[in-house]
């Protein structure tokens, strides 16, 4: 009589399991939506396609800061206050690095797409820069340290919050880029 006892314990003992198990699962299946609504994170720095001939820092740093000026006097906003080359330059690069006609016009849309003066420190354009300095070693394929090209490489960094830099392709052995 032990042993029935046992076997009808152990029986309601694994029903109820079971019985638990099922409800839990039966509540997480529910047709109803989440409460919160959905946001998409909001678009940043854009960096276009790198395509064309390539030009030097000079006619690049003209050519954006052209484009940027043009765009803030249809707006009303404030006049670019950027120095070139400074302004496309890689942090800490020399006066060797060349810049996508692509890239520069791909801004150039970009900044006559904003509708606000906010624009312009929110969505900040980056160039695409290709490495044409004397010395420069072969890109390896492996990043650096932050803000620093791997093997010694010339950095290329996206430039301040808000200001507009450079950042490197694939012909640029160039590390994480430093804020």
């Not at 006066?95 to 606000?116: E, K, N, P, V, W």
């Not at 420069?136 to 932050?146: D, R």
């Amino acid at each position: 009589m032990a042993s029935l006892e046992a076997v009808s314990l152990s029986r309601a003992i694994s029903w109820v399991c079971l019985s638990s198990v099922f409800l839990v699962a039966a509540a997480s299946c529910t047709s109803q939506k989440d409460s919160e609504a959905f946001v998409p994170s909001g678009r940043g720095a854009v960096q276009p396609e790198a395509s064309g001939p390539l030009l030097a820092e000079g006619a690049a740093c003209e050519q954006l800061t052209s484009a940027e000026r043009s765009a803030r006097a249809q707006l009303g906003c404030p006049a670019v206050t950027r120095t070139c080359p400074d302004y496309v330059r890689p942090a800490g690069g020399a006066d060797c690095f060349q810049f996508s006609q692509g890239s520069i016009d791909g801004c150039a849309d970009l900044y006559a797409s904003f509708t606000a003066c906010a624009d312009f420190d929110a969505h900040p354009c980056l160039l695409s820069a290709v490495d044409k300095c004397e010395g420069s070693p072969e890109p390896t394929g492996e990043g650096g340290a932050g803000g620093q090209g791997a093997q010694g490489g010339a950095p290329s960094s996206a430039g301040a919050a808000g200001e507009p830099g450079t950042a490197g392709d694939s012909s640029v052995n160039a590390g994480a880029g430093g804020a």
